[in-house]
């Protein structure tokens, strides 16, 4: 049900999940063309809506923390039982990774981390449960996005920095760093981020979660619940 608190309520996942959100004015601009300047950071919220509800609906995760210095979707993702933290750093997605990241291990050393896109609303717990079962046998280890330039995904065993290189042609760089790129088929919803119009329609025929399936049919027309 939409507004519900997602959290597993079995959290015994040893996952924690840091989700980046820059603030919604500027999120998601290579969408104007088919959502236009209203729609459009109404959607990049949905997105994380339902990216951090399969998130926090996953087996495998202890706990989702969302670095973002916006107050509107900082409280709607901690309604959803998400921790929010200040984007204090202010430098950009990589810094902002490595800020949750500092915050998550300041208080568990030992904690398995993974970096997950906030567009990914087409997200399904079991696809995330697979992709995280996975991570756990490498020191590090990451997910291609759908195009097969950029990353969606990537994860640290305990003890082991991120060392996030995410924006642009993240994959290459993430394969040089060493980490091991995940290849498992079966894991659309996990690769499907959504940057264009072109990825939002793949989005919705893999079928998105409710946030963004409301608030695409919905357009402008209807306030944010």
Excluded at 5 to 22: Q, Y
Excluded at 39 to 61: G, H, I, N, Y
């Amino acid at each position: 049900m939409e507004g519900e608190n997602a959290t597993n309520t079995d959290p015994a996942g040893p996952w924690t999940l840091v989700v980046p959100l820059k603030p919604l004015a500027r999120a998601k601009s290579r969408l104007a063309p088919v959502a236009g300047a209203a729609l459009r950071p109404r959607l990049a919220l949905a997105f994380a809506r339902d990216t951090v509800t399969a998130a926090l609906s996953c087996r495998a995760v202890r706990d989702v923390v969302v670095v973002t210095d916006d107050t509107e979707a900082g409280a709607a993702l901690a309604a959803l039982g998400a921790r929010v933290v200040p984007d204090e750093p202010d430098s950009g997605l990589n810094a902002a990774l490595a800020h949750g990241e500092r915050t998550v291990r300041a208080e568990r050393p030992g904690a398995a981390l993974a970096a997950l896109n906030a567009d990914l609303p087409a997200l399904r717990p079991a696809e995330l449960a697979r992709v995280l079962d996975y991570s756990a046998e490498f020191p590090r280890a990451f997910v291609t996005d759908a195009a097969g330039i950029g990353t969606t995904f990537l994860s640290a065993a305990p003890g082991v920095e991120l060392r996030p290189a995410f924006g642009g042609p993240s994959r290459a760089r993430h394969l040089d760093s060493g980490a091991v790129e995940i290849v498992l088929a079966g894991i659309d919803s996990v690769r499907q981020d959504v940057d264009t119009g072109d990825d939002l329609r793949a989005a919705l025929a893999l079928g998105v979660g409710p946030h963004t399936a409301g608030r695409w049919a919905a357009g402008v027309s209807s306030p944010d619940r």
